[in-house]
């Protein structure tokens, strides 16, 4: 089992810089794929980064984000950022944390066995 908490949400003009953390619990960290997805009210739930634990942590971005946020995982503190540059008012959703033991990185989110509670975050214009 593995045990995610997220933090760093919050309200952010249009331009500027969130940094999201998510805590990993349990089970072995560093063997975990880690994604970062969101949800806006009346959407569904949408992939935004991952970072693999394999091939040196390779990571895959949404075209939506792509140069403009950087997921990065540190396993000595179990733990993977999500650093948001650049945000926009379409950026505004609850952001969840999510890790898959599977064997290459994914972007479904049903490809992901444990989820976070989520950190609201919302960018005004």
């Known amino acids: 089992q593995v045990h995610l908490v997220e933090s760093g949400g919050g309200l952010v003009q249009a331009g500027g810089s969130l940094r999201l953390s998510c805590a990993a619990f349990?089970?072995?960290?560093?063997?975990?794929?880690m994604g970062w997805f969101r949800q806006a009210p009346g959407k569904e739930r949408e992939f935004v980064a991952v970072?693999?634990?394999?091939?040196?942590?390779?990571?895959y971005y949404a075209d939506s984000v792509k140069g403009r946020f950087t997921i990065s995982r540190d396993n000595a503190k179990n733990t993977v950022y999500l650093q948001m540059n650049s945000l926009k008012s379409e950026d505004t959703a609850v952001y969840y944390c999510a890790a898959d033991s599977g064997v290459v990185a994914a972007t479904p989110p049903s490809r992901y066995e444990y989820w976070g509670q989520g950190t609201q975050v919302t960018v005004s214009s």
């Open positions: 349990g089970r072995a960290f560093s063997r975990l794929h």
């Open positions: 970072i693999s634990w394999r091939s040196s942590g390779s990571t």
